[in-house]
T-cell receptor, first 113, second 118 residues
Framework: AQKVTQAQTEISVVEKEDVTLDCVYE???????LFWYKQPPSGELVFLIR??????QNEISGRYSWNFQKSTSSFNFTITASQVVDSAVYFC??????????FGQGTRLTINP | NAGVTQTPKFRVLKTGQSMTLLCAQD?????MYWYRQDPGMGLRLIHY???????AKGEVPDGYNVSRLKKQNFLLGLESAAPSQTSVYFC?????????????????FGEGSRLTVL
């Protein structure tokens, strides 16, 4: 069965620090998708990235970067030079061919000024 | 530019009462989902639908029923509400095409519905 583990429940850093959010997944399928979503204090869920299992290239988008490693079943998310606006709960999610997403428990990130 | 709309946004129920949450999407997506979010538990899938007239159970289906009579609507029903169903409920929709196709698998979420059962 598919499973996503975000071991870091809460992280607190000072603004401008780099921070990495860990995501470890379990799946029996060779074809699957990985996602990251952001939930700011306002409560909505914001899509950040999707990766399919055949694309292990790392992704960079501004201050955000993602490291996908199939060998360790991890899909980690790094924020460089963090800002207060990055404060949110971040969710990692996995979808197998059944097309239903299973979410991790989330990591609450607090960026202090 | 509505996307996914959930109604109502807030509701307070007494134990044993029934209610229905409505989710509507205007993106012509085949797939629709109902999740609940509880502190420390992330989002857990209640039921989902892969097309009009079809539904399937997710991780936590007990106590809920769903219907997908029209492609754009996905209803979540609580027949006899219990305090354990106090939660924030999110509806989502998605499109699944070929790998690499734009938006494939991305879930578009509604704003959430906060339900309190006393």
């Amino acid at each position: 069965a598919q499973k996503v583990t975000q071991a870091q429940t809460e992280i607190s850093v000072v603004e401008k620090e780099d921070v990495t959010l860990d995501c470890v997944y379990e799946t029996r399928d060779t074809t699957y998708y990985l996602f990251w979503y952001k939930q700011p204090p306002s409560g909505e869920l914001v899509f950040l990235i999707r990766r399919n299992s055949f694309d292990e290239q790392n992704e960079i988008s501004g201050r955000y970067s993602w490291n996908f490693q199939k060998s360790t079943s991890s899909f980690n998310f790094t924020i460089t030079a963090s800002q207060v606006v990055d404060s949110a709960v971040y969710f990692c999610a996995l979808s197998e061919l059944a097309q239903k997403l299973v979410f991790g428990q989330g990591t609450r990130l607090t960026i202090n000024p | 530019n509505a996307g996914v709309t959930q109604t109502p946004k807030f509701r307070v129920l007494k134990t044993g009462q029934s209610m229905t949450l409505l989710c509507a999407q205007d993106m012509n997506h085949e797939y629709m989902y109902w999740y609940r979010q509880d502190p420390g538990m992330g989002l857990r899938l209640i039921h989902y639908s892969v097309g009009e007239g079809t539904t399937a159970k997710g991780e936590v289906p007990d106590g809920y029923n769903v219907s997908r009579l029209k492609k754009q609507n996905f209803l979540l029903g609580l027949e006899s509400a219990a305090p354990s169903q106090t939660s924030v409920y999110f509806c989502a929709s998605s499109h699944w095409g070929l790998a690499g196709t734009a938006n494939t698998g991305e879930l578009f979420f509604g704003e959430g519905s906060r339900l309190t059962v006393l």
